[in-house]
């Protein structure tokens, strides 16, 4: 699938098949994460591939009721949970070098786009879930400290087709030389 047609064609997917995924395709969508940018090449991101279905369906009752994936994460046959570093992202020798904090959440998100990019490439669905209890989801886990735990996505092969959102037109929100000049 070439680059432009998997953006334009990637959706949420909060449905699954019970069929399982294959290992050669987990390790596919975690090399893609693996190859996306962090800041100074710090690398920050780790990865936790959740198969054990009582441990979803714990880390699916980490969610609010209100949020529509709490069932996506329970019912996927795959469940892989984002988790970053702390205190490397956005340092250099030790000093915070941004005025936006530790850059973490920036490098697991590029690192999560590419992953559910390359799943689409490959026919699996994907959601990214921000709306979680993650301490809870770190001590279910165990996660030790200094890492913390960011997005869940369940991966699976989709048993429905995702929405097509509306996008806004490029023309309103795309300035050119200062803020508010189209």
């Known amino acids: 699938m070439e680059i432009m047609e998997a953006i334009r064609t990637r959706r949420s997917i909060r449905s699954y098949k019970t069929e399982p995924v294959k290992e050669e395709s987990i390790n596919s969508v975690l090399d893609a994460a693996r190859w996306a940018p962090s800041w100074a090449n710090t690398q920050c991101r780790e990865f936790i591939v959740v198969k054990e279905g009582e441990t979803r369906r714990r880390l699916a009752e980490t969610l609010p009721l209100w949020n529509s994936a709490r069932l996506a994460i329970a019912q996927a046959p795959v469940l892989i949970v984002a988790c970053a570093r702390l205190g490397r992202s956005g340092f250099i020798d030790g000093e915070l070098n941004t005025d936006k904090g530790d850059w973490y959440m920036f490098d697991v998100a590029l690192a999560m786009q590419n992953l ?16 979680f209890d993650a301490r809870e989801a770190a001590r279910i886990l165990q996660v030790p400290a200094g890492v913390v735990v960011v997005e869940m996505t369940p991966l699976g092969y989709p ?4 929405r097509t959102p509306h996008r806004e037109p490029l023309s309103e929100m795309v300035f050119h030389e200062t803020y508010g000049q189209k």
Do not use: F, I, K, Y
């Open 159 to 162: 048993a429905e087709d995702g």
């Open 116 to 131: 559910t990019l390359a799943a689409h490439a490959l026919g699996l669905g994907t959601v990214h879930v921000g709306a």
